[in-house]
């Protein structure tokens, strides 16, 4: 007994250079154990993570915990042997109880993240996005679709045309507005973006002789450029040349188309017009779809809207194509099909048909 312990509790300096440890009171054994006592009933109550955490550290902790200052005091009591003996009950007192209350947190965090992530097996399941067509396309299709079956084939061309074909050909004079760099949008080496699928139907007299019956989709481009015009649109056209065509057959074929795109109740009026590359020419109108002929502001209050142009094609046309005009007669027409898929599927703004906007294409379902 006595030795170095003697001092003990009197506070003796010591070189561990932390004045905490060093002026501490030596405890009792009855100190001792009644702090393991403390100590267990801290730790079996702490309720979270953080505060069993925050007791690991005080008690634990490898630098500054109680245990360590308490260790360091074992030289200093007055029976080392039994101080001693009470610190070991104490450590192992502490961290049996910090073991204890680790393995029940560690169960109750297993329990609320099975919780969190549980699945409800009996929700719906997504739907998969589906794609779907333009309603450009839609309504191009429904189109070939009707003339396909009055015995028509489809013929395709280049966008980009030269003066001869988009314009020349088709009658229209050397100083025609038209062929003005204002209403056509001209590329490098005299060449143009058609302004019409027209190009496609001359192409097609120029190849091969009557009898012809085509119609002809496509993308087309003018220099304009506002709320109701977009510099590129479709248009679908159709040519009809064989002996002894009428402007009767003109008639009876639009009649045809409109009952079949439109309704059978839908009434068609031929206006007289004038176009280079027909003549006679016509524009039609049918009944307004949006109110049925009753009048409102989109068809201003006429009970009408105009969708088609028409004519029988100008005898010089088919002469510059190679065709007999004594031999031969035909008609044509061209409609814009944005109009006609805006007024289908009630699009206000033909910007909108362009803009690539997904919610556009989900309300549109062919
Ligand atoms: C040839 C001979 C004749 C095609 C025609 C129209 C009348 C017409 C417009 C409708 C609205 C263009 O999209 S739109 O702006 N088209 O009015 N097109 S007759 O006549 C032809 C074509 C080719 C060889």
């Known amino acids: 007994m006595g030795g170095p312990g003697s001092t003990g509790s009197t506070g003796a300096t010591g070189a561990t250079g932390r004045a905490g440890a060093n002026t501490a009171p030596v405890p009792t054994l009855e100190e001792l154990a009644l702090l393991a006592s403390e100590a267990e009933a801290a730790i079996a109550s702490s309720a979270t993570r953080a505060s069993w955490e925050a007791l690991r550290v005080s008690w634990a902790g490898a630098k500054s915990g109680r245990l360590k200052e308490l260790q360091a005091l074992i030289p200093k009591a007055a029976d080392k ?25 560690s169960r109750v965090e297993a329990a609320a993240r099975v919780e969190a992530e549980r699945v409800d097996v009996t929700l719906p399941g997504r739907r998969p996005l589906v ?19 009055l015995g028509y084939s489809i013929a395709e061309g280049p966008e980009l045309e030269d003066d001869r074909y988009n314009f ?3 009658n229209f004079p050397e100083d025609h507005p038209a062929r003005d760099a204002q209403d056509t949008l001209f590329v490098e080496d005299g060449r143009l973006l058609r302004t019409h699928t027209s190009p496609v139907q001359i192409r097609t007299m120029l190849a091969r002789q009557p ?34 065509i009428t402007l009767g057959d003109l008639k009876g074929t639009l009649e045809a188309f409109i009952a079949r795109l439109f309704t059978r109740q839908t009434k068609a009026r031929f206006r007289p ?18 109110c049925l002929g009753n009048g409102c502001p989109t068809c201003s209050h006429t009970g009408w809207m105009e969708i088609l142009g028409s004519g029988m ?4 046309v088919l002469d510059n194509c ?43 379902r062919g």
């Not at 094609?313 to 010089?316: E, G, L, Q």
């Open 168 to 170: 020349a050909l088709l």
């Open 322 to 364: 190679g065709i007999d005009p004594d031999r031969y007669s035909g008609f044509a027409f061209g409609l814009g099909l944005d109009r006609v898929a805006m007024n289908k599927y009630g699009i206000p703004n033909i910007r909108s048909l362009f803009e690539s906007d997904e919610r556009l294409l989900r309300q549109v």
């Open 211 to 244: 009898p012809i019956r085509v119609i002809c989709p496509g993308r087309v481009y003018r220099n304009d450029n506002d709320l109701r015009h977009s510099p590129m649109f479709h248009q679908v056209e159709g040519l009809c040349v064989a002996e002894g």
């Open 273 to 290: 017009s004038y176009f280079p590359f027909t003549e006679p020419s016509a524009e039609v109108d049918i009944t307004c779809q949006i």
């Open 313 to 316: 094609v100008d005898p010089r």
């Open 131 to 149: 794609g779907s067509l333009h309603p450009v396309t839609l309504v191009s299709r429904e189109i070939e679709a009707v003339f396909r079956s």
């Open 81 to 105: 042997r039994a101080f001693g003996q009470a610190f070991n009950l104490l450590k192992a007192r502490v961290e049996d109880a910090l073991a204890a209350r680790d393995t029940e947190l």
